[in-house]
């Protein structure tokens, strides 16, 4: 039996997951279920919105479209299987499976860390220089800056993916958590992994440290301009923005620095899969909610469109009578 490493014994790993929790995983497989087709209808609602809106064809709501896709396919990778095992005796996962699980969790997160990074210098822009936003951010750059996120993403998700896979897995194969994450899968291997896991910590911290600092600045300067405001009420509403926008960026990169910034897998505790339920669930939930459902241009455009579908039926069911 062998995986990727020529050394490598172990063919297939077993997610324990949720498992001690025994009785109460069917109540579990509900409440995922449900928090899943939330997710679903929030980040389709937000897209389908944005697709059919001409108002809404602009580089802030592009970013937006594209995050909402990325955060649809990040949950894609991860909560089927859950919702599967929830259920199931048995609850496998074959090493090449675990390994294209890891490449494209760690592929979409990556991207998403470096969109919101990019969303919010869309921001600084939009704020900062009004007068020249159209000219700064036009089409080209932010094709460019969606382009160079999503590959940069993968690109590090197809580095941080061979180093755990060139390990050697030769026993136990039980995975402490209920997908294949990087450090309970890391804590399996059999030989010495202290230089890949530094080389892992650093491509962490390129991910999520850089875009997370990036963010402050560029709402360190949107800060700055809120408070130049000579209306009271116009810095209520951008401070309410900012804040609703920043809660989203705490609680992601929070929670990513919890887990990932840490120099060695064998901190991974069972507290881990509590902390990962929260970037893996909980924020691909307030994303659509935050970003665009608390916007008034998105709620005005879906209005607009439940109207106009309204007033089509109507119209329709006339005709036919």
Do not use: W
Not at 23 to 38: A, C, E, K, N, S
Not at 74 to 102: D, E, G, N, R, W
Not at 126 to 139: E, G, Q, S, V
Not at 264 to 273: F, G
Request: proline share 3%.
């Amino acid at each position: 039996m062998q995986g990727f490493n020529k050394t490598t014994v172990v063919t297939q790993f077993i997610l324990v997951g949720f498992s001690r929790l025994g009785r109460f995983q069917p109540l579990l497989f509900v409440v995922f279920l449900l928090l899943y087709l939330t997710i679903l209808v929030a980040n389709a609602t937000i897209m389908a919105v944005i697709h059919f809106s001409r108002t809404l064809h602009t580089p802030m709501y592009g970013f937006l479209f594209i995050l909402s896709l990325s955060e649809s396919c990040y949950t894609f990778v991860i909560i089927p299987q859950l919702l599967v095992h929830l259920l199931s005796a048995t609850k496998t996962i074959s090493f090449v499976a675990c390994a294209t699980q890891l490449f494209f969790f760690l592929g979409f997160a990556c991207t998403n860390c470096f969109l919101i990074a990019v969303m919010g210098y869309d921001r600084y822009v939009a704020i900062c220089h009004p007068l020249r936003y159209t000219l700064i951010m036009n089409k080209r750059l932010g094709l460019g800056l969606i382009s160079l996120s999503g590959v940069t993403g993968f690109f590090i998700a197809l580095m941080a993916t061979n180093l755990i896979c060139d390990m050697d897995f030769c026993g136990p194969n039980r995975v402490n958590h209920y997908f294949c994450d990087m450090a309970p899968v890391i804590k399996l291997a059999c030989t010495d992994t202290h230089v890949k896991e530094l080389a892992l910590f650093s491509l962490s911290i390129l991910v999520i440290m850089v875009p997370f600092l990036l963010i402050l600045i560029s709402y360190g300067f949107i800060v700055n301009s809120i408070l130049k405001i000579p209306s009271a009420e116009g810095k209520r509403k951008a401070f309410a923005t900012c804040a609703s926008h920043l809660t989203v960026v705490f609680v992601h990169y929070g929670c990513a620095s919890i887990i990932y910034l840490r120099p060695k897998s064998k901190s991974a505790s069972d507290k881990d899969q509590l902390v990962a339920v929260t970037y893996t669930v909980v924020t691909p939930l307030l994303n659509p909610l935050v970003y665009s459902l608390r916007n008034q241009e998105v709620k005005t455009a879906l209005k607009r469109i439940i109207g106009m579908s309204v007033a089509t039926k109507i119209s329709s069911q006339k005709f036919k009578n």
